[in-house]
């Protein structure tokens, strides 16, 4: 539970996903805020039921769901709120409807609306292990209408319009994650190459703009032997592995 706590963790902390939103909310919640699109499909099949049966299926979340109801955080009636908890306590990763449950079907009764959802993703993890990515590819392609070919396709438009540095932070994380979700799965990995592709040559270009930084260019041209030793503080901000990658982008960029 400890790894995949702290992959939620790691996705909690991205934006710029097309078909949904991801929040953190302590250590062992993520709340992923599903876009339902232009609506549901022509032959609506509910896509979750509640687990029926079973040891899980009495495993409340730490919030109930009638107290969250009051508090009115979720008003937008085209989306759908899930929340994936990875409780140390219960060893195994359950999702929940946080809202939306009229959209999805198969909830009857409020006194359903706190079990866990039956999810294909989740009911192999006494088999294997289970990625966080694999939980939100599942609930993305069930209920985004119409159903993303890549769940995690990249609001392209928004990351344009971010400073520079911000820009740069996010498009790492990004790539990192991204490139976790390339390599673990053949058939994901097709799907997700684009964005990731993406967001590699937007980082190349942020370090193309920094080598050429009238800051950082003279230290990079200079010879050895006539740069000044650096502080401690410019050392730890310029750490050598950073500076021969820059270093190799203005090569190929000449």
Sequence with gaps: MDSFAREAFRLGALRGFKHFEVELRGREELLVTVHLGGGLRDSWVPPFAPLV???????????????????????????????????AHYAVPLVWVRAGHALLGGFHHVGSNDTPLALASTEVWAERTVC??????????????PAPSN???????????????????LSGALASYL?????ASASMGMQVESDLMHVLEVQAGHVVSMVASPHVLPLLTAPASSLRRLSLAEQSSSPAFYRSFAKSALGRQR
């Design 53 to 87: 049966g079973g040891e899980t299926e009495a495993l409340p979340p730490a919030s109930p769901c009638e107290r969250e109801d009051r508090s009115g955080q979720w008003n937008r009636s085209r989306d759908v709120v899930f929340l994936i908890g990875s409780y």
């Design 132 to 145: 966080v990515w694999e939980v939100v590819a599942e609930l993305v392609t069930a209920v985004a209408c």
């Design 151 to 169: 769940p995690f396709e990249l609001d392209r438009d928004a990351l344009v319009g971010l400073a520079p540095v911000e820009s740069q932070l």
């Design 179 to 183: 490139r976790e979700v390339y390599i």
